[in-house]
C-alpha cells in the first residue's frame, strides 16, 4: 500500500506593489523544484500546488481586488514563488479619518 504525502499550507505573503497596480503574492516552498510547480488562478484566487519528494504544499490567496489572470507572471528562485498579477482597476486612494 503507498502512503500518501502529508499536505502542507505554505506560508504565503500578498501585497499591493508601490502603485497600488499590481497583487504582488509569495509563496515559500523550500526544496521544491520549478517542474514540480503548478499555478492556477479562477476569478480572483489564485491556487499553488507544489511537491516534494516528503510532502505536497497546497495553498490559495483570495484577492479584494479584481485581476487580470491572463497577464500574470511568475518566477521561482531560491524556494520563494513570486506572482506578479495586474488589478483590473487602479485602487481609489484611502481616506484618513479623524479619531475623535
Known sequence: MKSRKPR??????????DKEENLLVTVELPGV??????VRMRDDVIYVKAQREDVEFLGHVHSAEKIHPKKAKASFQNGLLDIKVPLKEKRSSALRIKID
Do not use: H, W
Open 8 to 17: 502542507v499550507q505554505p506560508d504565503s505573503f500578498a501585497c499591493l506593489d
Open 33 to 38: 523544484e520549478k517542474k514540480n510547480i503548478e
